[in-house]
């Protein structure tokens, strides 16, 4: 709060690198040339040349694209008088690795990948703090934004009832493929691809149920809210009943556990709008203490269900990479995360989105082979289930039906050294278990 007085006596430049240069970092280069005492000094991508245009495409002139160092390869510029780095990857394994490096050289990270967050976040931030570095959670995602408001709250004397996001959900689109996805969204694949430079498999995830796992899986870990018990529910709500529904049963809402987190979807079953959606945004959901406050939230307006007792506030919108640059102000100025992993609550669990045959090789998060759900970090390690972000590459043992639960026994797996670790570390906070002995030759 308050970042831009700060900024104003800041003398020096804030030397960043992003690693990777996807729709996120575009969307951050195109507020770029508006962003003051901030220098991109280099840019880490494995197509250096389709980097260059993506900078170029997003605004930047060719002079200041020839002032920034590019590189296909982090070790290249760890040495560099480089201050904070941004990790945009989305892929888990490599960003976990990335993340690793980067901070046991003493340099802030901020995980743009969420995946990596989700599955080895407790570790890197534990390891951030040991190094007296920074590992935060990137601003303009959702998780942060939320977060933002959970703090809000708490700081001000609120519990926190439920918390959590909207998206455009049908159960039917839990088999959405990359090659399905672009129907959903009433894109051509030309316009999606070619013209926007849009992911398929990492839209396919918004669609499919992934990326919303993997979102509440870091903001329960994060501020340590409960997990529903079968995985997200999606409800459909508007905003003007989120006070009313997204609150426990036994008060007549909807949700399982007071102090956990859900999504709720923009559409209903038959797939039409719902009223005042909250398709981009964010919401919580408070409780009234006493007398008084229930009386103040009907005195000033607020919305509220019809006890009175519960009160909702959101967010309509989230700027993803256009409001990235709040979270490099925030620890460059203030020394603070926009949100890190606290905690190890939480999984996202792979299922099988088809029938799968032995030896064939899964392809992670939105891809063709595997959704996510939601579960507790307790039934992950119980019941030794293949984390989805584990999944990219790891190769079937056995046949897998279709909805079948993945588990670590039943794929072959070639994991950095980082990521056991990682994994390691997570599992021993709690409940007894059996260190992974996985093979620990590959490369990133």
Known sequence: ?????????????????????????????????????????????????????????????????????????????LDRDIEIFIEATGNPIVGTVHAAKIIKNKKHVILVNVEADITCGKYLSDLAKDKGVICSMAYGDQPSLILEQVEWARLNGFSIVCAGKGTKYHPTFEYSTPDTVWGHYGLTKERAEKESGMNPKMFNSFLCGDKSAIEMCAVSNA??????????????????????????????????????????????????????????????????????????????????????????????????????????????????????????NADVASLAKKDLKVGEKLDGEGGFCARGRLITSQKSKKEMILPLGLTDNAVLKRDISKDEVIRLDDVELNLPTEVIEARNYQYNLSVSYTHLTLPTNREV
């Open 223 to 344: 501020a340590n809210l409960k997990c529903p018990s079968n995985g997200l529910t999606f409800p459909s709500v508007g905003v003007y009943d989120i006070a009313k529904k997204m609150i426990p049963k036994n008060d007549g809402g909807l949700i399982e556990f007071d102090g956990q987190v859900e999504v709720i979807s923009s559409i209903d079953l038959e797939k039409k709008d719902i009223p005042n959606d909250l398709r981009w945004g964010v919401y919580f959901v408070i409780k009234a203490q006493n007398e008084y406050v229930k009386n103040c939230f009907k005195d000033y307006g607020m919305v509220t269900d019809a006890s009175g007792n519960y009160s909702a506030i959101w967010r309509p919108y989230h700027y993803i990479g256009l409001e990235l640059a709040q979270s490099v102000y925030s620890i460059a100025l203030d020394n603070r995360a926009t949100g890190y992993t606290k905690n190890y």
């Open 1 to 77: 709060m308050f970042l831009h007085t700060k900024l104003e006596n800041r003398k020096d430049p804030i030397k960043i690198c992003f690693i990777g240069c996807g729709k996120f970092v575009s969307m951050f280069l195109a507020q770029y040339n508006h962003l003051d005492k901030i220098q991109i000094d280099s840019i880490v991508d494995i197509n250096v040349d389709q980097a260059k245009k993506n900078c170029l495409k997003s605004g930047l002139n060719e002079q200041t694209v020839d002032d920034i160092n590019f590189s296909n390869s982090l070790d290249e510029v």
